[in-house]
Nanobody
Framework: QVQLVESGGGLVQAGGSLRLSCAAS????????VGWFRQAPGKERDFVAA????????YYADSMRSRFIISRDNAKNTVYLQMNSLKPEDTAVYYC?????????????????WGQGTQVTVSS
């Protein structure tokens, strides 16, 4: 079982950057794929980025590929999401999710473990 805790959210001006962290409990974190999703008020949960459990292959939503970077440090049981050139439309609650078996990284239903979320607000 894995417990996830996100941090690093906050208020930033458009064009700024934030780095989100997803800290996991458990000694087998390296065996879990991790994804980031976001949800704005009144909208569906959207895929942001994911990183695989084995070779740390990365996957991105098209609109974020050039601005966001996902990485993991298995020694620290942490996955990061570096967000650059932030836009007001990036405002949302950001969630990290993990699972030991993920086939479709952009499908939130594939992830069995979720954090509580961290708010990101981008002002114009």
């Amino acid at each position: 079982q894995v417990q996830l805790v996100e941090s690093g959210g906050g208020l930033v001006q458009a064009g700024g950057s934030l780095r989100l962290s997803c800290a996991a409990s458990g000694r087998t974190f390296s065996s879990y794929a991790v994804g980031w999703f976001r949800q704005a008020p009144g909208k569906e949960r959207d895929f942001v980025a994911a990183i695989s459990r084995r070779n740390s292959a990365t996957y991105y939503a098209d609109s974020m590929r050039s601005r966001f970077i996902i990485s993991r440090d298995n020694a620290k049981n942490t996955v990061y999401l570096q967000m650059n050139s932030l836009k007001p439309e990036d405002t949302a609650v950001y969630y990290c999710a993990a699972d030991s078996s993920v086939n479709y990284y952009n499908n939130y239903q594939e992830y069995g473990y979720w954090g509580q979320g961290t708010q990101v607000t981008v002002s114009s």
